[in-house]
């Protein structure tokens, strides 16, 4: 069984857009004390998010490489 299959794709795919909501939803939620726009905070909350799937995916595919010949 695969681990990368439809259902797991729409699970993941639920997850990404939750997860983006709520943290947008936590960023307005943040009002700035001279009642700026919060889009520099949300901005390095979506940055944060993409650093972190980015090193998960290099650290999945490092481990899964197959063994180098000698």
Do not use: C, D, Y
Request: net charge positive.
């Amino acid at each position: 069984m695969s681990i990368l299959n439809r259902r797991n794709a729409i699970l993941g795919w639920a997850v990404w857009e939750g997860s983006k909501r709520f943290a947008k939803l936590k960023a307005r939620g943040v009002t700035p004390s001279r009642g700026g726009s919060n889009k520099s905070l949300l901005a390095f909350s979506v940055a944060g998010v993409s650093i972190a799937g980015i090193v998960g995916a290099l650290t999945f595919w490092r481990k899964h490489q197959s063994p180098a010949e000698s």
